[in-house]
């Protein structure tokens, strides 16, 4: 009979930390922090419903997206408990146009971290899962003090860690430091994140597709193509596949990554012709990236691997292609032929 050793979040996090005979603890104190903001957000979601902290507010994020209070809290809540740490020398979030400095009097220290501190944010209010998504560096600027844009526009390649929080049917804090993808399932009754997923291995080929099939009209030729051949009746081939979409990409992320098959959000044509993609490189694209070739996935613009792309700016757009290895490489082959 197998013995299942519980294992805290915190502990495996330590215990991988024996493997790095450089750390200071720096790395794991901040997985600490990382993990505590999780539990405060998802007890604000789990209680979203309860309490008047929905609708909208009058701010607006870079993006120009109207900031629901949940959104709010979750900035607020990741960006306090990392400024204070002590080892960041900057941050950068979806909701703030601007890098975010270490607090004031607080230390600086070698890490850098972007992050989407409210993934999901149109399912707010009808109670469907929502996340998280973070991606950590190392500095690049020179000396000890403030860190600097150089920093925040680093390749997705550069990433030392990254992880996403699903807040679900279970709160999940999934995360990969280059060892490999491990999922926590948080026990709220004890507030520990328990090792439940170790090691998750994304399937080479999937049999489920994920896009917003509402767009379809504005696709690229390529796109359209690729999505009718996975609609065609051909069992011997493993089509047609099952569309699933949830609307939040750390949930059909997460699903993808377990499951396999593949998530698409690729550019929009507007009504000048010219095509714009939705999700954000530095915050999205490239931490979701990295966790998805740590399993074993892969993730492209459909051109290119997302990961090596270099970022012009902090909240710049990317097309988003990413999932099994096999499914991502044939909608690339369709680019090809057909783009
Ligand atoms: P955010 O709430 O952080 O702005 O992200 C929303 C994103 C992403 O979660 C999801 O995949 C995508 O928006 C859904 O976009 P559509 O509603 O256009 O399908
Ligand atoms: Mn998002
Ligand atoms: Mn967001």
Redesign the pocket.
């Known amino acids: 009979m197998q013995t299942y050793r519980l294992m805290t979040l915190n502990r495996y996090i330590a215990e991988e930390q024996q493997w790095h005979p450089e750390a200071t603890g720096t790395f794991t104190r901040m997985m600490w922090d990382i993990s505590l903001a999780a539990k405060l957000v998802s007890r604000e979601v789990n209680k979203a419903g309860l309490v008047d902290i929905l609708g909208e507010t009058e701010n607006e994020n870079a993006s120009g997206?109207r900031i629901q209070k949940l959104d709010l809290y979750a900035q607020h809540r990741f960006a306090r408990t990392l400024g204070r740490g002590g080892y960041l020398c900057v941050m950068a979030s979806?909701e703030e146009a601007d890098p975010i400095p270490v607090t004031d009097g607080y230390p600086t220290g070698p890490y850098v971290v972007v992050f989407?501190p409210?993934?999901?944010?149109?399912n707010i209010d009808v109670n469907v899962s929502l996340g998280t998504i973070f991606g950590i560096y190392r500095r690049v600027s020179e000396g000890e003090g403030p860190g600097t844009l150089a920093d925040l526009l680093q390749p997705g390649s550069k990433l030392i860690a990254a992880g996403y929080v699903i807040y679900g049917s279970s709160t999940m804090l999934v995360y990969t430091s280059g060892n490999g993808v491990h999922g926590f399932t948080l026990d709220a009754s004890l507030g520990e994140f328990l090792l439940s997923h170790p090691d998750i291995r994304m399937p080479e080929r999937g049999s489920i597709y994920s896009v917003?099939e509402g767009n379809l009209s504005r696709f690229d030729p390529a796109t359209r193509r690729y999505l009718a051949h996975l609609k065609e009746q051909a069992p011997a081939d493993g089509r047609p596949y099952s569309l699933r979409y949830i609307?939040?990409?750390v949930a059909?992320f997460h699903r993808t990554l377990l499951r396999g098959g593949i998530f698409l959000?690729p550019a929009l044509r507007r009504s000048d012709g010219s095509f714009k993609p939705?999700?954000r490189l530095v915050y999205e694209a490239n931490p979701i990236g990295f966790i998805a070739e740590q399993a074993g996935g892969r993730a492209s613009t459909g051109r290119e691997r997302i990961l090596d792309l270099q970022p012009g700016e902090l909240h710049e757009r990317v097309p988003l292609i990413v999932g099994s290895r096999d499914d991502v490489a044939a909608y690339e082959a369709m680019v090809r032929e057909h783009g």
Do not use: A, P
């Not at 409210?118 to 149109?122: H, N, P, Q, T």
């Open positions: 997206e979806e989407d409210l993934d999901g944010s149109s917003n609307g939040t990409l059909d959000y939705k999700l």
